[in-house]
């Protein structure tokens, strides 16, 4: 009966266009993708330009410049193309920060900001005029002037040329006739080549992770100057640090009551104890560290302790040390932010990543229909790819780099079996519901036929039709409806 | 780049590559030849705890090359890494063996002819070394035999009628070697404790006019459990099979009898197990014919028979495969009873509710057209075929009542019959089908609680006009008394293809690609 409520409704619905000003925000999406296309070649071209082979070098390292930017152009393309966020929201809000930046330091090269839908809390630049946002980070910031910083970091690092420097830098290293030298002497060696070749890169590494910390010292000073001569407040630089200490962490340390999202009457929570974590027979230790090898030799950046440090210096204690009042726009920033981040962890089929977002998020948020959506669409998606025996492509390992509640999400995931998704579909409807709301956009109808056809309910049907006529080219065609694959070939 | 953790933030540069990280799957990379035997499951108790992969690396100095040794956990994460340095091209991994409290490596030195052992604690750290050197005949021909099979459903007891160089865990006190007198006349146990400082030495009577071999099956309360053959020569048809307990700690034999307890039975012994709760010894078999030969004619049915500690008979039941067994087949079973197909049993496992369940699959030996008509030309081909069939679930209740047959229907599929071989005998075919890999049974999984079963095969799946797919069956029973089965795709572009045992509820399916240089492994959780 609910169903046929729904499906009536949802005709209706989607013929009357919601009113914008009310209506609530949802990721963006455009079938479109001449406009990403374009912005990727304007892109790589530029990176092209920008890594020109240098002439007196050996022919060997002109191989090896020519394959990087090779590389990096096609890195530049497709992260452009794949991931360049061109909504009417975020995007033009960043453009703003970053043309206030730019007009208040004109010296800079012309640089583009492109917005990534990537959901990791980064950004970097690349080349002599890209800079990338990624939409995981906006939405960890508290405000405009720590956005501001953030930028100025990575257009320190352009004003720099740190990329093409590095570069250079380490292939002069690599190619250098001591390297080359050492090499030919590990392989005229004959004997344990492999381990003393290792040894060298290890050396090598080092090097250019120094170089890097090097960069990155650079480009918070210099980012810290940029900022200066902007009206955002430069306090908040070194409370960007100070978040970027924390950013492992979940947004809420409560672990997700799963049970109550997804167990009720009709169908009792299948797991009636937290399942156990997975237990190794092994018992090695961790290698111990070299004081070559200390917490933080091996990372590209220094430890934001010190870091921070560092900046407070610069700042001579100018420093906001703490959380800072959110405004109402940013604050809508932030959660949009959010939920493009919940849309981008979905779409890169990380289930797992989606739907701890998203349940984290509904927390704060319980009636929000685009969450609930995101919800369902995990859970049969977790489901079908159960079924066809490839989970282990869209659920990550219990790893020591997650944070304690993640873990405990994914070591249920491993225990919830494709029977009990039904029930806990069920359930998660009849728990976060007031009333039956109709589908009224695409997220919203996809999480519908999602749950009809999980359900085995016949409606499911009508809703895929109903889907496809209003959605051609919808976000979620390929993935809910694909089309059949002609069987593979086999070997024996 | 603005960023904190550098690992992860590259593994998400490439965005256009969508992946779940630290997924359960590894892929090796560089690897330009690899055999099923370059990963073994690593078992604690019932349950896969983790992987070993021997590979060749580089040079270590003129006679030595490194081998390396990698450890994975359940999950596949790597662990660590050993590196050896043993004679260039000449040092294989036989087993490995985990105790619970300490791994053993087993290797066959080709060098020096020797078998070497090392023991190594969970941290890996090393324990022991111990070479066992002048191997006789028999022990390199079994350590030949050992290179091709491994050591599937956790049982690495070797022996067997077919010789094999096993080593067998026993939790809390050791590993125990064999080995063999003569030309297999007789054989030896060892055991050692983790550190391989030696406990005890068993052997077979040197002076018994019968040849005899020992399989280690089982380590159980305080007894390792063993089937023994007897056969008055090497090339002597009458097998009789015996029921061996040793007491772990002293190395001494507390039960030895023959499955036959009278001269009107012909039995076989496929599974001799403990149950710790009644004190019985339970043996499970086939029964033949009065003047056929147990192993080598055509069985008539299983039997069960328990003892009690001190060796009397307690009970014993016969299940005849045309009356009990086919009145508790379903009706699609039943033409396959007809075609002539017998069973082969591959396991028999005990749930912790008391049930016994027995694992068989369906094989017969048949007249090859081809062959036939070559030899009339007087070519050496085999004249006779072995056709395997469907897969068979018996499940009997704790009063050893037949309550169940459950019949999985696959693909027949051809197993090859060396020239005049044909003539050995039904039961010694579907036993050199087994040594020789060619049954579609792969292995059987259990959970340590005992719970939960697992029984993996493979179908290749031959419809007309499309092309074969490779089905990975998996059929799941267990404690709640329900019978499932999973079908996996194993279709793959693959140059290879293998399967192994994994956690509870998964497989293990690896693909190895030459042209690419690469492996892949990944843990394939099962809707079961």
Not at chain 1, 386 to 413: I, P, R
Not at chain 1, 440 to 456: I, V
Not at chain 2, 429 to 439: A, E, K, V
Not at chain 2, 465 to 482: L, M, P, S, Y
Request: charged share 20%.
């Amino acid at each position: 009966m609910r169903l046929l409520f729904l499906l009536a409704a949802v005709g209706s619905m989607l013929a009357t266009p919601a009113l914008a000003q009310q209506a609530p925000y949802l990721p963006f999406y455009s079938p479109d993708t001449v406009q990403v296309h374009q912005l990727a070649v304007t892109h790589r071209t530029a990176v092209q330009k920008y890594l020109v082979t240098p002439k007196s070098v050996s022919g060997e390292y002109k191989d090896h410049y020519k394959k990087i930017a090779q590389e990096a152009c096609t890195d530049v393309y497709n992260t452009v193309r794949y991931s360049a966020l061109l909504d009417p929201v975020l995007n033009p809000y960043v453009q703003r920060v970053f043309a206030q930046i730019q007009k208040a330091n004109p010296q800079l090269p012309p640089v583009q900001l492109v917005l990534s839908r990537n959901p990791e809390p980064n950004a970097h630049a690349v080349g002599n005029s890209t800079v990338m946002l990624n939409v995981g980070l906006l939405g960890r910031l508290e405000n405009e002037s720590q956005l501001a910083y953030v930028l100025c970091h990575e257009l320190a690092h352009i004003q720099e040329q740190h990329m093409a420097t590095g570069l250079r830098e380490q292939l002069t290293k690599i190619h250098s006739k001591q390297v080359r030298k050492e090499v030919k002497r590990i392989v005229a060696d004959e004997y344990n080549i492999s381990s003393k070749l290792k040894a060298l890169a290890l050396g090598l590494k080092l090097n250019s992770t120094y170089h890097h910390r090097k960069y990155e010292k650079q480009a918070d000073s210099l980012g810290y100057a940029l900022l200066k001569r902007t009206s955002f407040d430069t306090k908040q630089a070194y409370r960007v640090l100070q978040l970027l200490d924390q950013i492992d962490q979940p947004l809420t340390p409560e672990p997700l009551a799963l049970g109550q999202f997804f167990g009720c009457a009709n169908f009792p929570y299948p797991l009636a104890e937290a399942p156990a974590k997975p237990k190794s027979i092994f018992t090695v230790a961790a290698p111990v560290k070299t004081v070559m090898e200390t917490s933080d030799t091996l990372k590209t950046h220094p430890d934001c302790a010190k870091r921070m440090r560092y900046l407070s210096e610069l700042a001579q204690g100018q420093i906001t040390d703490g959380p800072s009042a959110i405004s109402p726009e940013f604050a809508r920033v932030v959660a949009q932010s959010r939920l493009e981040a919940v849309q981008s962890w979905f779409d890169y089929d990380c289930y797992d990543h989606a739907l701890f977002e998203a349940l984290q998020l509904l927390r704060q948020d319980p009636q929000n229909a685009y969450l609930r959506s995101v919800v369902t669409l995990s859970l049969y998606e977790l489901r079908e790819h159960l079924l066809k025996h490839d989970f282990y492509e869209v659920v990550g390992n219990v790893s020591k780099h997650h944070h304690d509640n993640f873990n405990q999400l994914l070591t249920t995931l491993y225990a919830w079996k494709a029977d009990d998704y039904k029930g806990l579909l069920a359930c998660f409807a009849q728990n976060g519901s007031t009333a039956p709301a109709p589908p009224a956009n695409e997220y919203a109808l996809a999480a519908s036929y999602a749950a009809a056809a999980l359900s085995g309910e016949p409606t499911a049907a009508t809703l895929k039709q109903q889907y496809l006529a209003h959605y051609q080219d919808g976000k979620f065609s390929k993935l809910l409806f694909p089309k059949p694959v002609s069987s593979k070939k086999s070997i024996r | 780049m603005f960023v904190k953790r550098t690992l992860l933030a590259a593994s998400l540069a490439a965005l256009a590559a969508p992946a779940a990280l630290h997924a359960q799957t590894q892929t090796l990379d560089g690897i330009s030849r690899v055999s099923r035997t370059a990963i073994e499951p690593v078992y604690a108790g019932n349950e896969v705890k983790g992987y070993v992969t021997y590979t060749k690396g580089d040079k270590a100095d003129k006679k030595n090359d490194n081998f390396l040794l990698d450890f994975y956990d359940q999950d596949l994460n790597k662990v660590t890494n050993i590196t050896l340095q043993k004679p260039a091209g000449k040092y294989f991994l036989l087993r490995n063996a985990f105790n619970g409290t300490a791994f053993a490596m087993y290797y066959y030195n080709a060098k020096d002819k020797t078998l070497e052992l090392e023991t190594y604690d969970t941290s890996l750290k090393k324990l022991g070394f111990k070479a066992i050197g002048e191997l006789n005949r028999a022990d390199m021909a079994a350590t030949m035999q050992s290179f091709g099979a491994q050591g599937n459903d956790g049982d690495s007891g070797g022996g067997g009628m077919f010789g094999s160089m096993g080593l067998f865990p026993v939790p809390n006190y050791g590993f125990v070697r064999n080995s063999y007198e003569g030309t297999m006349k007789g054989y030896n146990l060892q055991m050692y404790d983790d550190k391989l400082t030696p406990r005890w030495r068993i052997a077979a009577d040197p002076k018994a006019k019968f040849y005899e071999t020992i399989n280690l099956t089982q380590a159980v309360d305080k007894y390792i459990l063993g089937t023994a053959l007897r056969r008055d020569g090497v090339m002597s048809k009458k097998i009789n099979p015996y029921m061996v307990a040793i007491e772990a700690a002293t190395g001494k034999k507390v039960f030895e009898m023959p499955v036959e307890t009278s001269t009107t039975e012909q039995l076989s012994l496929s599974s001799f197990t403990f149950d710790p709760v009644k004190r019985e010894f339970i043996a499970v078999g086939e029964f033949y014919k009065l003047n056929d030969k147990p192993f080598v004619n055509k069985s008539q049915g299983f039997f069960i028979k328990r003892f009690s500690e001190a060796g009397k008979q307690v009970a014993v039941t016969n299940y005849g495969w045309h009356n009990q067994v086919a009145a508790a087949m379903p009706a699609e079973a039943r033409q396959s009873l007809e075609d002539g197909f017998v069973n082969y049993t591959h396991s028999i496992v005990r749930g912790s509710n008391g049930m016994t369940y027995i694992v068989a699959e369906q094989y017969k030996v048949v007249g090859d057209g081809m062959g036939i008509a070559m030899t009339m030309l007087g070519g050496n081909a085999s004249v006779s075929k072995g056709k395997i069939a469907n897969m068979l679930v018996f499940a009997l209740d704790p009063e050893y009542k037949l309550t169940n047959v459950k019949f999985f229907p696959k693909d027949p599929s051809v197993a090859y019959v060396p020239p005049g071989a044909g003539l050995m005998g039904t039961g010694f075919l579907g036993m050199y089908f087994r040594q020789s890999g060619q049954f579609d049974y792969q292995f059987t999984q259990k959970n340590d609680a005992n719970s939960q079963f697992n029984v993996v095969y493979i179908n290749y799946d031959k419809e007309k006009g499309e092309a074969t797919k490779k089905v990975i069956g998996n059929v799941a029973f267990g404690d709640n008394g329900q019978f499932k089965v999973d079908k996996i795709d194993g279709t793959s572009n693959a140059t290879a293809s293998y399967l192994y045992p994994a956690k509870p509820g998964y497989v293990m399916l690896v693909d190895y690609l030459k042209k690419e240089k690469k492996m892949g492994m990944k843990l394939v959780k099962l809707n079961i």
